[in-house]
C-alpha cells in the first residue's frame, strides 16, 4: 500500500489501462444509446404525421418535446450527480429511459406522446451530463480531450445503428416497433453499467461518501494501481450550492458564454437531424427512404467526431471548434440548396453532419475541461440544459417558417446561422478561459 496520494494526479500522469478504455467504451455505449433514443422519434415522424394528420408546425412540437425534457433533465439531474455520484445518476436514467421508451409504443394520441417523450428526454439530459463527466474522470491529462470526444461520438453511431434498424423495422412494420426497439436495448445497458462502470474516482475523492478510501482502492487495483492509505487532504469548500457557485462572479462569464454559444449551435444541430426524414418524404421519397439520409447525416457526424478527437492532440480545440463552426453554417446553407437525387442528398447530407456534429462534440470536450471535478457535472448539466432551449426552438422554429410558405434554402439560411453565432462566442471565450487555469491546449 502506498502513502497517501491524490488519486486524481495518480490517474493523470499514469498511462491509459485496459479498465479506463473499458469505462470510456461504456459511456461510448450509452451515448450511442442516447442517440438512437432521441433519433427515434425523427425515424418514426412521417408515420406519425399520416396516422394522426399532424401539420408541419404541430410535428414540430412533438419532435421537439423530448429535448424539452432534456433541458430540464440536464440542469436537475447534472447537479444530482455531482451530489450523490455520477453511477447512480446513469442507473436512475436508464430506468427513466426505459420506461419512456417502452410507453411511447403504447400511446394512442398526440397528447400522450408528448408527456411520454417529455419523460424520456428528462432522463437522456440527465444521462448526458452524467457520462460527460465519467469520460473525463476515468481519463489520463493527456487523453482528456479524446476520451469526451469520443464519449460524444456514440450520438451518431446510435443514430447510425438505430437508423439501420429503424429502417427495418418501417418496411415490417410500423412506427411504434421502433421505441420497442428502444425499451429493449436502453433496459439492457441498466446491466451493462451495474457490472462494468464503477464509481469516478475524482468524485469519491472530493465528495467522500462512506467507504470512499475502500471504493477507490478497489477501483485503483482494477486499473493496476496500487492502494492508498489514506485521502489527500482537500481544501474546505464553501456551502453554497453547485448552482449558485456556476453563476457567481468567478464563472458567471464563463458559464453564460458556454450556454449561448451550445444554445445557438444546437439549433442549427436539431434542425438537420429532426427535419431530414420529413423533409426527405416531402420531396417524394418512402419513409424508409428518408431514414437512410438521416443515417448517412450521422455517418458523417460519426466521423467528423472522430477527426476532431484526431486532430485535437495536435491544434488548439478553440481554434479547431471556430473553424468547424462556420464550415457548419455554410454546409447548412448548402443543404438548403436540395439535390435531384437520393445519393446527391445523402452526400450533403452527410458533409452536413460532418461539421455540424463536430461542432457539438467540440463544445462537449470544452465543457470538460472549463469546469473543476466539483462543478463538471452540474456546469455540464446546467450548460446542456439551458443550451437545450436551442434544440427545442430549432425543429419548433423551422415548423413555423415552413408553415409560412419559406422554402428549404431561407429557412436553412435562418437555421444555419446559429452555428455562425457560435464561433463568434468561442472566439469571445479566449481571455475569459484565461482566468481559469484552463489547459494549455484549449
Known sequence: MSAATDPKQLLDQSPMNGFQVLAVCVCILLNALDGFDVLAISFASPGIAEEWSINRAGLGVVLAMELFGMAVGSIALGGIA??????????????????????????????????????????????????????????????????????????????????????????????????????????????VVWLCLPESIEYLANKRPKNALARINKTLNKMGHESISRLPDVPKRAASSSYRQLFSGKYRALTLLLMLGYFTHIMTFYFILKWIPKIVVDMGYDASSAGGVLVWANVGGATGALCLGIFSGRFKLRKLLIAVLLLSFIMVCGFGIGQSTLPALSAVAAATGFFTNAGVVGYYALLANAFPSTLRASGTGVVIGIGRGGAVLGPVLAGILFSSGFGLLPVSVVMGSGALMAALVVLLLRPVLRQHDIPANI
Open 82 to 191: 455531482d451530489r450523490f455520484g455520477r453511477r447512480p445518476t446513469i442507473l436512475f436514467c436508464l430506468t427513466i429511459m426505459t420506461a419512456g421508451m417502452y410507453c411511447a409504443s403504447l400511446v394512442n394520441t398526440v397528447d400522450q406522446l408528448l408527456i411520454v417523450r417529455f419523460f424520456t428526454g428528462l432522463g437522456i439530459g440527465g444521462m448526458l451530463a452524467s457520462i460527460n463527466a465519467m469520460a473525463a474522470e476515468f481519463s489520463n491529462a493527456k487523453h482528456r480531450n479524446l476520451a469526451v470526444i469520443s464519449m460524444a461520438t456514440g450520438y451518431p453511431i446510435g443514430a447510425i445503428l438505430g437508423g439501420s434498424v429503424a429502417t427495418v423495422l418501417l418496411q415490417q412494420s410500423d412506427w411504434r416497433a421502433i421505441f420497442v426497439f428502444g425499451a429493449i436495448a436502453t433496459g439492457a445497458f441498466l446491466i
